[in-house]
């Protein structure tokens, strides 16, 4: 853990939870640049890291309450802001339901289709999510976002090879990750199969 920085100690954490609001505050402040930290390494971009983690910190204020273990604090942010950053890489995939030209794809889809889709872009999305930051920006920057490569090459400082060689890994990563989770769902319940 940083030491400049240490998380709220547990007797501070109760008080907060018991409602006093100057401790509520505190933990809160102390939490901040523990959470931004964890945002920072999670999120595509600073501005989404920023955002998830004012997101997972207004979540701290409003429900620290429902916190059980006083000694939890740090996992319970990780997890807030994780699936903060998950939602907006779940918010950032393009939506083909709309693109496609075939008259069939205009019929509402199925309530087994809906959380099938549902599912495959949490998939999906987790999977983007585990890739090492400077994989995960290129990725989302370049194929979702769909900025140009130059573009996403000049924003985060690299060469246009640079981002080209980045980008390949982050698809090469994602691709095998993909592959992996599918080969999970695949094997057989118990039994022979």
């Not at 809906?114 to 999977?127: S, T």
């Not at 981002?163 to 695949?186: C, F, I, P, Q």
Request: glycine share 4%; proline share 5%; hydrophobic share 45%.
């Amino acid at each position: 853990m940083n030491q400049r920085f240490p998380w709220p100690d547990e007797r501070l954490i109760k008080a907060a939870q018991d409602g006093d609001v100057t401790s509520l505050i505190t933990v809160v402040a102390t939490s901040q640049p523990h959470v931004r930290r964890f945002a920072l390494s999670l999120c595509a971009s600073p501005q989404d890291a920023e955002d998830a983690a004012q997101e997972a910190l207004i979540i701290l204020y409003r429900k620290i309450g429902t916190l059980r273990a006083t000694g939890a604090l740090a996992s319970w942010m990780f997890r807030i802001v994780r699936n903060e950053c998950l939602r907006q890489v779940r918010l950032l995939v393009p939506r083909s339901d709309d693109a496609s030209a075939e008259p069939e794809a205009s019929a509402e889809p199925s309530a087994e289709d809906a959380v099938l889709r549902r599912l495959e872009v949490e998939r999906i999305a987790a999977a983007v999510c585990a890739l090492p930051r400077d994989q995960r920006q290129v990725l989302i920057m370049r194929d979702v976002q769909g900025l140009p490569g130059k573009t996403v090459a000049h924003s985060l400082g690299l060469s246009n090879a640079a981002m080209k060689s980045r980008l390949h890994r982050a698809r090469a990563a994602l691709r095998h990750s993909l592959k992996a989770t599918d080969r999970s769902v695949d094997q057989p319940i118990g039994g022979d199969a």
